[in-house]
Nanobody, 123 residues
Framework: QVQLGESGGGLVQAGGSLTLSCAGSGRTFSRYAMAWFRHFPGKEREFVAAVSWGGGKIYYADSVKGRFTISRDNAKNTVYLQMNSLKPEDTAVYYC????????????????WGQGTLVTVSS
């Protein structure tokens, strides 16, 4: 089973940009659909974006559409989340996740979770 580790979180001013990376271990990374979720304190984890194993299918939550871009590089076992025009309400712990397909993973049927990385957007 793949293991996931996020990086790239930090503090950024509103309107700024940040790129999160999620590195997967193991040779099966390319078989997984990958997604990003975020968790606000006191709330349920929220879907952000998902990409199919080959990159042909991509989905975004309405709240990030047009601002965030998900991509993957299977040769590097890595999935990225480019976040532009960040808002204070984007402040959350961001998790990457792996699942069997995009329909499953974006509805929360996740097989593997990363440990999360904190993104803080100051106003």
């Amino acid at each position: 089973q793949v293991q996931l580790g996020e990086s790239g979180g930090g503090l950024v001013q509103a309107g700024g940009s940040l790129t999160l990376s999620c590195a997967g271990s193991g040779r099966t990374f390319s078989r997984y659909a990958m997604a990003w979720f975020r968790h606000f304190p006191g709330k349920e984890r929220e879907f952000v974006a998902a990409v199919s194993w080959g990159g042909g299918k991509i989905y975004y939550a309405d709240s990030v559409k047009g601002r965030f871009t998900i991509s993957r590089d299977n040769a590097k076992n890595t999935v990225y989340l480019q976040m532009n025009s960040l808002k204070p309400e984007d402040t959350a712990v961001y998790y990457c996740a792996a699942g069997s397909n995009t329909d499953n993973v974006r509805t929360g049927y996740v097989e593997v979770w990363g440990q999360g990385t904190l993104v803080t957007v100051s106003s």
